[in-house]
Nanobody, 114 residues
Framework: QVQLVESGGGLVHPGGSLRLSCAASGFTFSVYTMSWYRQASGKERELVASLAGLNTNTNYADSVKGRFTISRDNARNMLYLEMNNLKPEDTAVYYC???????WGQGTQVIVSS
């Protein structure tokens, strides 16, 4: 059974940093492309970043390029999102996703506010 559990969200001031984590289980984590999405209140869910399983190909939304970094630890079945220089417009619920099969975590809230 595929399970994805996010953690690491919280309240941070503009310019601050957070590291989100996603613990994966129930499948061979290393071979799958994994992604982070986010959904702000009243808006559609959007792709933030993705990272391929069998190579190091990454893809980032233009709005986070240069500020966010997606990474994974295949030995620990963990996906990460390092978020730096956070802005109020980064406020959203962040979700971990296994692209194949459309599996989602429950989300973790990030609030960027002074």
């Amino acid at each position: 059974q595929v399970q994805l559990v996010e953690s690491g969200g919280g309240l941070v001031h503009p310019g601050g940093s957070l590291r989100l984590s996603c613990a994966a289980s129930g499948f061979t984590f290393s071979v799958y492309t994994m992604s982070w999405y986010r959904q702000a209140s009243g808006k559609e869910r959007e792709l933030v970043a993705s990272l391929a399983g069998l190579n190091t190909n990454t893809n980032y939304a233009d709005s986070v390029k240069g500020r966010f970094t997606i990474s994974r630890d295949n030995a620990r079945n963990m996906l990460y999102l390092e978020m730096n220089n956070l802005k109020p417009e980064d406020t959203a619920v962040y979700y971990c996703k296994r692209n194949a099969g459309d599996f989602w975590g429950q989300g973790t809230q990030v609030i960027v506010s002074s």
